[in-house]
């Protein structure tokens, strides 16, 4: 393959509803450019994009895909990413190296939540977009319906560019607002017959071409000034102002195909060849760390970005690399910023699919992927050496909404499973795995149940360790909400030397920036962040000598372990005040033992007479849901003891805004999936912790009573 420099390379993202067509569409891209010669199907498992074992069994991506094609002298890099939204963060990987989403959009079904999402994601990291509304060969192609769904959820800057002649069975046909010809397409062949629009379809297309034209003016005062003035503007500086407002976002040209059947999609990468920003034509969505901007310059030195890593059958770890800066050949020395390490680029490979050809080179703006490199981590960035230390801004990825426990069959294999986790989380950055400490439970965090399977299918046909999923304990915490004294005395004579100690104290629950206690006069102080959130004071109020300095420590290590077994349920307890004032020793039974048992006792006492109250975890919750399935989501979520915080209409959907606790919102993808039919969606996000309700209280304090029975 020659060498393509940056204005010569364009970069698009296949993204959009699940099953909307773009394994289909990325197929069709193929072999219009002569990379297979039969389209393969999904249904078939055959296709250059859905390759993996666990795609072939599920009819469906699970992973981003690289393909490319080369149209007019152009190289098109493509992402075929997986639309069903468990694999949302495949999305924003792919968006960290494109320029362009393609969204398509299935003509049977308008707007979905995969269309929202990649929408969503688009805006979050300012990715052009372009429509590709496909299926228009499906009986129930509704284009008008389409297209109203799409302006209602996105608005005017959705611009037709194309719209068919006949859609439904039989679609061969569409008008193209932009070359004013029609293109016909006969079975098969992908190529397009180019015709003068035909008499009944001119009224149609010169409205239509109008609002492209007003569309195109808009994101330009020069331009805007002349269609004021003559009411047109030349196809020239229409496509001018048409890929200007692309690469700005203010417009969303919408183009029409039938992937399966190959009509349109030849067109379509003529477009994109045409009217896309390349990488160093666009406004960058990396950046890096020092705050300079990504310049896909190709006179510098060498950085890239590695927004992907996979580990392949067969093949081992291959590493997915977006060039930023400079040129790339083989045999390069580099160097990882992210860690330091030296790396040599024994091989650069384009990829399509899981097919790879090598080139000796490659430019800035282009997409390449190679293998064996020693430890290099999705994310991380490489430079050449005179570049070392250059690190690209970490890209957010979605906050997992799913978390499960996780542990071996086998607890033999719970090494295996612990090394199994981590290889496959560095590979997917929506997924997590981390040791919950209190729970002492392995705790994965994903985006769903279905995200989880994929993980499970993994650990079992290419790990090989047997394991399973279990529910995950809630981090509860214990406070109090008044102020309480106690006091305790702790005396033992049993044969030998005895024990004796004796401790007053007074506590108050603890909040920022409360003043000091008055009751007694403090002469020290001691604050302690507690590792799990919250605080601990400590005051010194002992006068005349009661109870010796020596002893103190020995009284706040009593006091600890409370906390970190508080007295109701054994979880941590925070944000506590607590005032030492009295007490009394022995002169020779007094010891550290003593104070120690005496202080936790003590505490223990004023901490149950101080209105104790368990606390939870709250998170704050956005659920997105069309309109008229409200009503559902909202009595489940009453159900879950969410609190609904606010309400916002976005196109045909609802947005609700609302605080719910961790304990009630296990398996909720789940849940919202069945209410909604699969087109609801929501991301959650730790917020603080509140107290539970008293029969939640009640609850937990019996099971806690149960469990510790069951102990003794
Ligand atoms: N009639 C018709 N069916 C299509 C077209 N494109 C795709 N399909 C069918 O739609 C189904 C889904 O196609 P895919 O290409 O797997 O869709 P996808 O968007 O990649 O799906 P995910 O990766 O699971 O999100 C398959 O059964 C395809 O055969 C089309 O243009 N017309
Ligand atoms: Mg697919």
Redesign the pocket.
């Known amino acids: 393959m020659k060498v393509y420099n940056t204005s010569q390379i364009k970069n698009i993202a296949l993204v959009?509803?699940?099953?909307?067509?773009?394994?289909?569409?990325a197929e069709s891209i193929a072999l219009n450019a002569g990379i297979i010669n039969r389209m393969g199907?999904?249904?078939a498992g055959n296709t250059l994009s859905?390759y993996r074992d666990i795609e072939i069994e599920r009819?469906?991506?699970a992973v981003g895909t690289v393909l490319y094609a080369e149209v007019n002298d152009k190289k098109i890099n493509v992402i075929?990413v997986?639309?069903?939204t468990d694999f949302q963060g495949e999305i924003v990987s792919a968006y960290s190296a494109v320029e362009t989403a393609v969204v398509?959009v299935n003509a049977q079904n308008g707007v979905e939540v995969?269309t929202e999402l990649a929408m969503m994601y688009a805006e979050k990291m300012h990715t052009p977009v372009i429509f590709a509304v496909?299926?228009?060969?499906?009986e129930k192609a509704d284009f008008n319906q389409t297209i109203a769904s799409l302006k209602e959820n996105f608005g005017e800057k959705v611009t037709l560019v194309q719209y068919p002649v006949n859609a439904g069975t039989g679609f061969d046909s569409f008008i193209d607002l932009l070359t004013q010809k029609m293109y016909t397409y006969s079975a098969g062949n992908g190529k397009a017959q180019i015709s003068d629009i035909p008499e009944q379809e001119k009224d149609r297309a010169e409205e239509l071409r109008s609002q492209l034209v007003e569309n195109a003016a808009t994101g330009d005062d020069e331009l805007m000034e002349k269609f004021f003035d003559q009411g047109d503007l030349s196809v020239e500086d229409m496509r001018k102002g048409l890929k200007e407002g692309i690469a700005t976002r203010s417009i969303y040209p919408v183009l029409c195909?039938?992937?399966?059947?190959n009509k349109g999609v030849d067109r379509m990468m003529e477009f994109v060849s045409n009217n896309v920003p390349s990488a160093d034509e666009s406004q960058s969505r990396l950046e890096y760390k020092d705050g300079n901007k990504v310049s896909y310059n190709n006179g510098g030195d060498f950085v890239g970005y590695v927004f992907k890593a996979a580990n392949e059958q067969h093949v081992g770890e291959v590493t997915y690399i977006k060039i930023l800066e400079g040129e790339i050949a083989t045999g390069a020395d580099i160097v990882n910023s992210t860690n330091s390490s030296k790396e040599r680029i024994s091989q650069i490979n384009i990829n399509a699919g899981k097919n790879r050809t090598t080139v000796d080179k490659a430019c800035a703006g282009d997409i390449i992927s190679t293998i064996k490199l020693k430890d290099v981590k999705l994310g991380a960035t490489l430079t050449a050496a005179k570049n070392a230390g250059v690190e690209v801004k970490p890209v957010e990825y979605p906050e997992p909404i799913y978390t499960t426990a996780i542990r071996a069959v086998e607890s033999s294999e719970d090494e295996k499973l612990g090394a199994a986790l981590n290889d496959y989380t560095s590979h997917d950055p929506a997924m997590q795995n981390y040791i919950a400490r209190e729970a002492k439970q392995t705790i994965v965090a994903a985006m769903g149940e279905f995200h989880v399977n994929t993980l499970k299918w993994y650990l079992d046909n290419v790990y090989k360790v047997k394991a399973e999923f279990y529910s995950p304990k809630i981090p509860y915490r214990e406070t109090i909400t008044k102020e309480a004294e106690a006091m305790y005395r702790h005396k033992k004579q049993s044969g030998g030397a005895g024990q004796f100690g004796e401790v007053h104290l007074y506590i108050q629950p603890y909040y920022e920036g409360m003043p000091n206690q008055t009751k007694y006069p403090i002469r020290g102080t001691e604050t302690i962040e507690l590792q799990w959130g919250g605080k601990l004071i400590f005051n010194n109020c002992i006068v005349g000598g009661a109870i010796d300095a020596r002893f103190m420590p020995a009284i706040l290590k009593g006091i600890m372990e409370k906390m970190e077994e508080g007295p109701l349920t054994g979880s941590y307890a925070r944000d506590i005040v607590v005032n030492v004032f009295d007490g009394k020793m022995h002169p020779v039974d007094s010891n550290e033992m003593a104070f120690k048992l005496a202080g936790r006792n003590a505490f223990k006492e004023a901490f149950k007479n101080a209105g104790p109250k368990i606390l939870e975890p709250v998170y704050d919750l956005e659920v997105n849901v069309p309109a008229d399935m409200m009503g559902g989501v909202m009595t489940d979520l009453q159900g879950r003891r969410a609190i609904v915080m606010g309400m916002d209409s976005k196109g045909n959907h609802q947005v609700i805004k609302a605080k719910a606790p961790l304990a009630e919102m296990n398996r909720y993808s789940t849940s919202l999936s069945s209410l909604t039919s699969g087109r609801g969606m929501f991301s959650m996000k730790y917020s603080e912790y509140q107290a539970v309700p008293t029969d939640v209280q009640n609850a937990l304090l019996k099971a806690y009573e149960e469990a510790s029975k069951d102990e003794e």
């Open positions: 959009g509803g699940n099953k909307s067509g773009k394994t289909t569409l199907t999904v249904e859905d009819k469906s991506s075929d997986p639309g069903f398509a995969g496909n299926q228009l060969d499906a195909i039938a992937a399966k059947e």
